[in-house]
């Protein structure tokens, strides 16, 4: 005798958003179209409309979801400390959800987790002294680090087992003497233990020294 078949979980505006953001994530924000959200429930895309307003009201919920995710700054947190675990961080949920960086940028709604994050974040900046002017500065620099780091990482297929393959592809390409410092460089590439983890975070630290020096107010 077969197991009765367990019983569907009830919908709900909690399940909508997570199946619209797994949507997105395995085949892009283009994908995420009411009937397909519908479908990948297993019910009638106007069953959603019970739960959700429209369309938009999904995107600005997924939007909050994803964010909720990046590790917010506690307040008293040192300023370097916190900026740098929040772009660590940034960029693991946006790796996992990078259709959500242009979303995030745009959406004119910005829900409770949303504000609270950009609240912490400037917030943490203001209590160490920046002016509003240089947290905002600031700010805007290392999201734009994390989202072209995270962009560049999603074109290229980067992984830690494959990361030193374009460096093979430019030697087997080029002949070392018309093109030495590319050869140089791709030699070197090859020759030390290159992740796309220290990259960033090795990135990441030169840019925290460049606003402790000229943005962080003197101790």
């Known amino acids: 005798m077969n197991a009765a078949t367990p019983p569907r979980p009830p919908l709900s505006r909690e399940r909508i958003l997570r199946a619209a953001i797994d ?3 395995r085949h892009g924000l283009d994908a995420l179209t009411m009937r397909r959200l519908g479908a ?3 019910v009638e895309a106007m069953s959603l409309y019970k739960h959700v307003a ?3 009201d999904i995107l600005d919920g997924i939007m909050d979801l994803v964010v909720a995710e990046i590790e917010t700054p506690v307040a008293g947190t040192a ?3 916190a900026m740098r675990r929040r772009a660590i961080s940034a960029r693991q949920v946006f790796s996992r959800h990078s259709w959500a960086i242009g979303l995030l940028e745009t959406r004119r709604t910005l829900g409770s987790a949303v504000l609270r994050y950009l609240d ?5 900046l203001r209590t160490a002294g920046f002016s509003v002017a240089d947290a905002a500065h600031a700010f805007w620099l290392l999201d734009s680090y994390v989202y072209g780091h995270v962009i560049l990482e999603t074109s290229m297929h980067f992984g830690t087992d494959d990361a030193a393959e374009p460096a093979r592809v430019v030697l087997d390409q080029l002949t070392p003497s018309n093109y030495p410092h590319l050869a140089e460089a791709a030699h070197h590439a090859l020759s030390f233990e290159f992740t ?3 990259e960033f975070e090795s990135g990441l630290d030169l840019i925290l020294d460049a606003i402790d020096r ?4 003197a101790t």
């Open 40 to 42: 990948s429930l297993d």
């Open 79 to 81: 300023w370097r400390e």
């Open 23 to 25: 949507l997105a994530d």
């Open 54 to 56: 429209n369309k938009d």
């Open 196 to 198: 796309v983890d220290g």
């Open 120 to 124: 912490a974040v400037l917030g943490i």
């Open 214 to 217: 000229s943005m962080a107010p």
